[in-house]
């Protein structure tokens, strides 16, 4: 990732969904994107559930963001690009 974006991925705190119930999920990460969109790219921790990623996913669609879901060796994350 180029340095101008981890710069600015450190200035937001990443949001880490461990422990949240799903049914909280859409409207907590909506939250956080609204929020903080002056501040894109945006980390996301899902851990590796696939329910959760979707539920997120969706939230992002939603409202018009993209996305990148994770790396190679690292799937329990997405970074909101713009």
Known sequence: MPKRFRQK?????????HGIHHRDVARIVED???LNQDDLPLKIITGNSDKMKTIVIEALIAHKFNYTDG????????????
Do not use: A, E, F, S
């Open 71 to 82: 790396d190679l060796y690292n799937r329990g994350y997405i970074d909101v690009i713009n």
């Open 32 to 34: 956080y994107v609204l």
């Open 9 to 17: 991925l450190d200035r937001v705190k990443p949001l880490d969904l």
